[in-house]
């Protein structure tokens, strides 16, 4: 079972899981990082790039997660922009090394496959970040995704597109389509973390945690992970018994 850590604050999560990413990129310099975007692994990396200042960390490798397809890579809401300027620019890591599903790539059916391919290729991930949704999903593996699937262009739900329009001008903005890593992809990393915090994320963190092992919620794949932690404030946590 995943092991649950319950922190004061936003913050003190944050500093949490960023001592357990920079012991490992002291060990490992050319570390493989699994990122995450959207407002849950903001105090990771903001108390990272406190943790490491002044350290190189030019070697680090970064896989993202996920990113919507239909939206223009330059929109400051894509996650190659939002990986850009909350992870690779206050880390210092080098560009090069970072990657984000191609979700402009014209042969998008098969993109999956190629991403995994250099995910394999790194040696795949040391320590992966994940959020969850108000509905179970972690990435965009929305609920009745297979806890095999793999990384793949998906359709949003509206309720992920709602909980998704605070980072865009409008509903209508939000993309409908992405392309993400699947839940067996995220299984393989080494190691990882899911950070949720606010009383939205309770019951999907009672389902993931304390409910079946099942594609209605994805997140619940985790209890099948040998080295997964979940690391909540009281709100998140507030449903567990
Ligand atoms: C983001 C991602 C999503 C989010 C989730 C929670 O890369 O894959 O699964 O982690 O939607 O989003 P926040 O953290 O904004 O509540």
């Not at 570390?31 to 903001?46: D, E, K």
Request: hydrophobic share 40%; aromatic share 6%; net charge negative.
């Amino acid at each position: 079972m995943p092991k649950t850590v319950i922190a004061s604050s936003k913050e003190a999560a944050g500093e949490y899981v960023a001592r357990a990413i920079a012991d490992l990129i002291d060990q490992t310099p050319d570390a493989v990082l699994g990122l995450a975007t959207g407002s849950s692994p903001l105090p990771v990396y903001s108390a990272l790039a406190q943790l490491t200042a002044g350290d190189d960390l030019s070697r680090v490798r970064g896989f993202a997660l996920d990113e919507y397809v239909g939206l223009d890579p330059a929109h400051p809401q894509s996650y190659r922009s939002v990986i850009a300027r909350e992870v690779v620019q206050p880390l210092g890591l080098d560009p090069a090394n970072v990657h984000v599903p191609p979700g402009d790539a014209a042969d998008i059916e098969t993109a999956g496959e190629r991403y995994e391919a250099m995910i394999r290729a790194a040696g795949g991930v040391d320590v992966q970040l994940l959020g969850i949704g108000s509905n179970g999903h972690i990435a965009f593996n929305e609920p009745g995704s297979p806890l095999d699937s793999r990384t793949r262009r998906e359709t949003l739900t509206e309720r992920t597109r709602l909980d998704n329009a605070r980072f865009f001008d409008s509903l209508d903005d939000v993309p409908r389509y992405c392309l993400t890593q699947g839940v067996g992809t995220i299984l393989e990393a080494k190691r990882i973390f899911l950070l949720a915090f606010g009383e939205g994320k309770a019951d999907a963190v009672r389902a993931a945690l304390e409910g079946p092992v099942t594609s209605d919620c994805p997140a619940s794949a985790l209890q099948l992970h040998p080295d997964a932690t979940f690391v909540l404030d009281e709100a998140a946590a507030s449903g567990l018994s």
